[in-house]
């Protein structure tokens, strides 16, 4: 036979009574298995009261555990909430039936009148405020209360615990993450996360991007509209590619979604509203255009995922910060209708293109867009592209930007800069940990999965399309043009391809023309080219060409 351990019951269901010397043998008893759930808790129960200071060293509460009163007065939360909201079918595998029928006894009157707040009042929690009258009710709580706080995790504890928040909110009782533990007491931030986890299905889109629910944060939502400096207006290229879902024919899920997925960022973990979220960041979309992306994206099926890495990026720019400080620039350079001489540009391009365009407006708003993290169309209307097909153009010719070029925009962006004092970076993207992306399951590619190196090889020696060359590296044009912009690629026919040549170099042919006094020939044999070219390149760079014969100084040909 099984040994029995006994829970004994006080005679008016209410506080214990003050010792009366009666024989306890003679108190009636309900037996319970001894390897069952309720006799292991009670034994935990005995081996930690002998102990009272050691930590409760359970995986829910981190590696150094928690002190005991913390554990017990979660304990007393989840209990409670069991004795109010649970019914017998959710206890049944709990206890033996004998002690289910007297909880059940004890909840269908558990309070005497005196231990009511408000004479003639029954409130749906009053559980909360006492603790139980029968012993059969504190046990079969307290173990439904373990088997929650004993999990692995916070997401196992949420698991454990979404059936208990489930009967909470078939009550009526309002839920949101803020409320769903029981009135009175406080709670330890792990179970605070699990109750909130337990919800995730639950609640509403935004709602799981402020409480980091992806992550399992133990951490509530506060003031985090500090990060709005460090954001872009429109999310880093790198990481909107990656999060960015598309259909089928590549176009992203949603309009302006780089921007939506930026709002989206400063919104992990943060209380502000969507409309001030919307108006740090600096771009002009409406809250419901947030409200409705973010919903979009906890349909997709990576939704998880997306969440899950804006909270980590998020959570990196609070603790790392950003080299950007990308508010400061938004406020210089936003209202400011040209970032380049168009003279300079249009000579670059006499040199570069066989069809070179006059109008340097393309030029602008890559300064503009490089320099703020702003897309395009929202930089001076002088230059901002204001139709569909101008965004199109633009977009095409970030992709099929020269080298040569990208190297003047550059130069021209860093003078601005330090005209402003701004010692900062051009340009800047966070990166995560690969231990923090493992395992996760994102739409868009990786765009480190193909090197530039792969990409020059495999770019034709003149003109071609995006989509070939995504079918060639087989991957998605999004990140073929994203690869592009990145890398610029060197993709015009032969002679421009030696025009550009000349147009980097020419700078130190000069120098040693007019510095070492070096003659075109020597130049043009260190170069591997012909002496033709050193001299029309520096006739065209306005360079005064001595005359022909010996010259004082300059080394003589053997």
Known sequence: MNAAISIALAPDGGPRPPRCHHPLTDVPVTAIPADGDLAEVQRFIDTAFTAPGRPVRWPLYGLGGAPLKVVLRDTKTLGALVLNHATPDDLSPLAPPAVLDRLERYRADPLPAGSQRSLGIRRSDLHSHVAPGDAAATAVAVTAAFRILRAENIRSAARAAQWLTDRIAASGRPLHPGNVVAPGGATSPALEATLRCSRESKLMPVARLRHRTGVDSTRPPTDHNDRARVLPTALWPQWALRLTPRHASGRPAAQRADELLAVACLLAGNTTPIHAAVHLTGTTVSSHNVSTFVATLTRHPNGADILRTLILLAEHLDAHGAPIDYARRRALFTARPQFIDPRAWLELQRRLRSNPSP?????????????????????????????????????????????????????????????????????????????????????????????????????????????????????????????????????????????QHTTTRVGQWRTWYEVDQLSLQTIADREGTSLATIRLALRKGGTQLRPAGPHQGRPRRK
């Open 359 to 499: 109008n340097p407006v393309h030029a602008q708003r890559w300064l503009f867009h490089t320099l703020t993290g702003s897309p395009a169309h929202l930089a001076h209307p002088r230059i901002a592209p204001a139709t569909p097909a101008q965004r199109q153009h633009y977009q095409r010719f970030r992709w099929r930007i020269l080298p040569a070029e990208a190297e003047l925009l550059r130069h021209a962006a860093r003078r601005l800069l330090d005209e402003h004092g701004i010692d900062e970076p051009l340009q800047w993207t966070p990166q995560l940990p690969d231990r923090a992306l493992h395992g996760l399951q994102l739409p868009g590619p990786d765009p480190h999965s193909i090197s530039p190196e792969r990409l020059h090889q495999a770019v034709p020696s003149s003109d071609f399309s995006v989509a070939q060359l995504a079918r060639t590296l087989e991957t998605t044009t999004a990140h073929v043009a994203y690869l592009l912009s990145e890398h610029p690629v060197d993709w015009s026919p032969p002679g421009f391809r030696r025009t």
